[in-house]
């Protein structure tokens, strides 16, 4: 099945480590086979990664960009997801990383992207928890707001 992307003039992608920038046009772009395709609004450099759930994305990102060393990313990412998990009590979020740990182990890494992304939002809301404020990102997740 064909991949169809869709790119701003300037935009940025990676396919397979390589860095490709569209040129000054919209563009389309037909994949014909499987390859592992980044866009710039998905690639996280490595000193964005400051977070637990931004630690675990970039783990996840590397091992989909880098196959070669995948158990060392796979290591990084086990290390930072047991981490993570031990840190919250959320069964919505953790549903996430269940599943996101599965996409990882079946070497389903952009689905595991894409599934890390939702824990950015819970991990937001708790970085700037106020009492009794729950914002609508957070809801989708199952946080309850305190009082």
């Known amino acids: 099945m064909a991949l169809k992307v869709s790119l701003k003039p300037g935009e940025q992608f990676i396919v397979n480590g390589a860095v490709i920038a569209n040129g000054d046009r919209r563009t389309s772009l037909v994949i014909q086979n499987k390859v592992s395709l980044l866009r710039e609004r998905d690639i996280l450099q490595q000193n964005e990664a400051k977070t637990p759930a931004k ?8 091992a989909y960009l880098d196959p070669d060393n995948h158990q060392t990313y796979y290591d990084e990412f086990v290390l930072r997801m047991t981490e993570f ?14 599943a996101i740990s599965g996409d990882m182990m079946a070497r389903n890494y ?28 957070a809801n989708d997740l199952g946080v309850a707001a305190a009082d």
Do not use: W
């Not at 952009?110 to 950015?120: D, S, V």
């Open 55 to 62: 630690l675990v994305y970039f783990a996840i990102m590397m």
């Open 85 to 98: 998990m031990n840190a919250i009590e959320n069964p919505t979020v953790l549903t996430h990383c269940v």
């Open 110 to 137: 952009y689905r595991g992207l894409t599934t890390c992304r939702k824990l950015f939002a819970y991990e937001e809301e708790l970085l700037n928890y106020v009492p009794g404020q729950v914002s609508a990102d």
